[in-house]
């Protein structure tokens, strides 16, 4: 796809005046190979993770499915500056911790797949429900934002929120969004790609480990899962969850299946091949 | 945090939680995936719980934690235990 094709949509809200970046924005449509960045977009659901979706890439998207998953696979790409980024949407889930195949997805996502940036929607009426699975986020990946949206409904409760202070503490960057309204979008798109380009310091919320037996435990069987599996993205995540008796991850270190996801993961980053097409 | 101490506030299980009565979890009897879940709808020790709703048949019922309606059945409830709001 060449840029002359790229459809240039003017935001329908807030862009009227002329120091606005709105014109920097181009969504792109389905296209998804040539991307700069790969950005997935995680959070809970009823956070209005579509809408945060649509705006970004606008009403093309490429639908499939995640390989050997019946879970819908959403894929689109917006154009940012002179960078592309190819957008994935990953289904809506309350934790990254549990068995259903949707938490499955969206962790070994996050995981192996290593985004550039993890966007976490949450629902600014529902914060403390929602930090939840942003919290696990970031016990996985630092490169993230939090895009606190229906930022309108707080409003409406009359929920006023210090998301200066929420980035303080979740140690990276918060954009209050009401993305049905447009609003705080150009700046999701601006903060996303600061987390791109790795313009943005991070110091994420982690679970501080008190107990020196344990810490020690856990960088041990760190190192071990390291040795066994070269190229492992958050060897201590995943030493953490064999510690929980995670019965997945015990299984998929056993089996070697922790080996593919690795390799099938980072495979997939580079373009549609791996995509597995719907066939509409 | 709870602490079966003597004089330790009475427990209870969450089941046995009268309609429109509250109370706050105490521990969690569940282990792996079945606790993990339940921490992930924000059911931890010192969440306030109100029972809710009951169904026709009484199981099971919808209690509301942390602003939102969640559905237990009896048999998992029977395992939250509860202590009596303090403070």
Redesign the interface.
């Known amino acids: 796809m060449t840029v002359n094709e790229h459809t240039q949509i003017p935001l329908s809200h807030g862009s009227a005046c002329a120091t606005c970046p709105a014109a920097h924005l181009q969504r792109v449509g389905i296209d998804t190979s040539n991307a700069d960045y790969v950005v997935a977009l995680a959070g809970n659901p009823n956070t209005g993770k579509s809408t945060v979706f649509n705006a970004l890439t606008g009403l093309r998207q490429h639908t499939g499915n995640w390989p050997g998953k019946t879970v819908t696979r959403m894929e689109g790409m917006f154009r940012y500056g002179d960078k592309a980024y190819k957008l994935v949407d990953l289904p809506g889930t309350y934790s990254l911790l549990a068995t259903s195949e949707d938490e499955e997805v969206a962790r070994d996502f996050i995981l192996f797949g290593q985004p550039h940036v993890t966007v976490v929607v949450v629902d600014a009426t529902r914060l403390e429900r929602n930090l939840n699975l942003a919290l696990q986020v970031l016990e996985i990946t630092d490169r993230a934002v939090v895009c606190l949206n229906l930022m309108d409904e707080a409003r409406r409760h009359g929920l006023d929120i210090d998301h200066r202070r929420l980035a303080r503490e979740l140690g990276v960057p918060v954009v209050p969004t009401a993305a049905r309204q447009g609003e705080g979008i150009m700046d999701l798109v601006a903060t996303i790609a600061d987390v791109a380009a790795s313009r943005y310091a991070r110091h994420p919320h982690r679970l501080l480990l008190k107990d020196p037996h344990l810490v020690r435990a856990v960088s041990d069987l760190a190192s071990d899962l390291q040795k066994m599996y070269p190229g492992l993205p958050n060897a201590r995540w995943v030493a953490l969850r064999l510690m929980d008796n995670d019965p997945r991850m015990v299984e998929a270190v056993r089996s070697g299946e922790l080996a593919d996801l690795i390799a099938a993961q980072s495979g997939q980053m580079g373009g549609p091949g791996a995509l597995e097409l719907a066939s509409a | 945090m709870s602490q079966s101490a003597p004089g330790a506030p009475r427990t209870f299980p969450l089941s046995e939680l009268k309609p429109g009565a509250g109370a706050v979890v105490a521990r969690i009897e569940f282990e792996?995936?079945q606790r993990?879940?339940l921490l992930?709808?924000?059911i931890v020790p010192g969440t306030a719980i109100r029972a809710e709703l009951d169904s026709p048949m009484g199981d099971p019922r919808a209690y509301l934690v942390?602003?939102?309606l969640i559905a237990l059945r009896n048999a998992q409830a029977a395992r939250i235990v509860m202590t009596e709001e303090t403070d």
């Open positions: 792996g995936l993990r879940r992930d709808l924000g942390r602003g939102a």
